[in-house]
């Protein structure tokens, strides 16, 4: 069965450091999302992508965070200077039709 | 605005014994519906799914639930649990006017007892 990719699993870094978080969508797939979830939290929606462009941001998306789709295989979250209260597990999902969601196994941001 | 509610944080039961897990959803239409589980420090699995038609829908591991529109519900069962069926369940519901992001429930942690 077919799998959304994501790397690494776990990830530590310096508050105030860029991380990117990688992800490998389905290949039929035309849709793409990044959520996330802090610990012992609800799962939340981050971003939605398509079309090579942003169709839906949450308030959390705010300007330290960007996405893109670089080679038309990868999907990237980009954090340019993180923050301690970003530490959490970053899914990825993808899908094609209205259901079809995929969420990759995750994440787990640690920002020290 | 669009909410989904999972009115019990946790839930014990004893290996064997049937399992309901609740979700209420407030939303202008009928959304899609979905269950899934995340067992401790992993990804989301898929359960099952509702988009239309038949209101039981049956889903992976024995797993089903029942779409009430009246209610605005869409509740997890199912009649005999197993051990490995201890995880965080999470309701969610998408829309196809919001771009299909999904909206999820707060989980319902389900603790199995032998």
């Known amino acids: 069965e077919p799998e959304v990719t994501q790397t690494p699993s776990h990830q530590v870094t310096q508050m105030g450091q860029e991380v990117i978080l990688r992800c490998v969508p389905i290949s039929n797939h035309l849709y793409f999302y990044w959520y996330r979830q802090i610990l012992g939290q609800k799962v939340e929606f981050l971003v939605s992508f398509y079309n090579n462009e942003i169709s839906e941001k949450s308030e959390i998306f705010d300007d330290q965070f960007s996405v893109e789709r670089p080679d038309g295989s990868n999907f990237t979250l980009k954090i340019r200077s993180t923050k301690l209260e970003d530490s959490a597990m970053y899914f990825c999902a993808s899908r094609n039709g209205p259901g079809g969601y995929t969420f990759g196994s995750g994440t787990r941001l640690t920002v020290v | 605005a669009q909410s989904v509610t999972q009115p019990d944080i946790h839930i014990t039961v004893s290996e064997g014994a049937s399992l309901e897990l609740r979700c209420n959803y407030s939303y202008g239409a009928t959304p899609y519906l979905f269950w899934y589980v995340q067992s401790p420090g992993q990804g989301l699995q898929l359960l099952l799914k509702y988009f239309s038609g038949d209101t039981l829908v049956q889903g992976i591991k024995g797993f089903e639930a029942e779409f009430k529109r009246s209610q605005s519900s869409f509740n997890l069962r199912k009649p005999s649990v197993h051990w490995s069926d201890a995880a965080e369940y999470f309701c969610?519901?998408?829309?196809?006017?919001?771009?299909?992001?999904?909206?999820f429930g707060g989980g319902t942690r389900v603790l199995v007892k032998p």
């Open positions: 969610a519901v998408g829309l196809q006017a919001a771009g299909n992001k999904l909206t």
